[in-house]
């Protein structure tokens, strides 16, 4: 059975920086992609980064490149998002999902599973 369960949300000042988590199962489910995605209330769901299979190849939104990075453990089964100068328009729910076929899409439609997310708030 597929399993996506995120960890690490809290609350952080601004320009703080916070580690997030999710660790997968994906029993016979192969994942060539991970991602994580966020949503803030009232707002649609919006992409922040994703990363293929090997971890070789990442892609970011522009809202948060060279402030947050993506990364998956060699030997486990995990997927990382370091945020660093966390910016109070980060705050959301943050969600890691998995899709797959190969390519680094950010349309959130093509995700196949979802993890039910954790939340980041970030105070002024």
């Known amino acids: 059975q597929v399993q996506l369960v995120e960890s690490g949300g809290g609350l952080v000042q601004a320009g703080g920086s916070l580690k997030l988590s999710c660790r997968y199962s994906t029993g016979t489910f192969v994942g060539y992609t991970l991602g994580w995605f966020r949503q803030a209330p009232g707002k649609e769901r919006e992409f922040v980064a994703n990363i293929n299979w090997n971890g070789e190849r990442t892609n970011y939104a522009e809202a948060v490149k060279g402030r947050f990075t993506i990364s998956r453990g060699k030997f486990d089964s995990t997927l990382y998002l370091w945020m660093n100068n966390l910016k109070p328009e980060d705050t959301a729910a943050y969600y890691c999902?998995?899709?797959?076929?190969?390519?680094?899409?950010?349309?959130?439609?093509?995700?196949?599973?979802w993890g039910q997310g954790t939340q980041v708030t970030v105070s002024s």
């Open positions: 999902a998995t899709k797959s076929l190969p390519g680094l899409t950010s349309d959130w439609t093509l995700y196949n599973y």
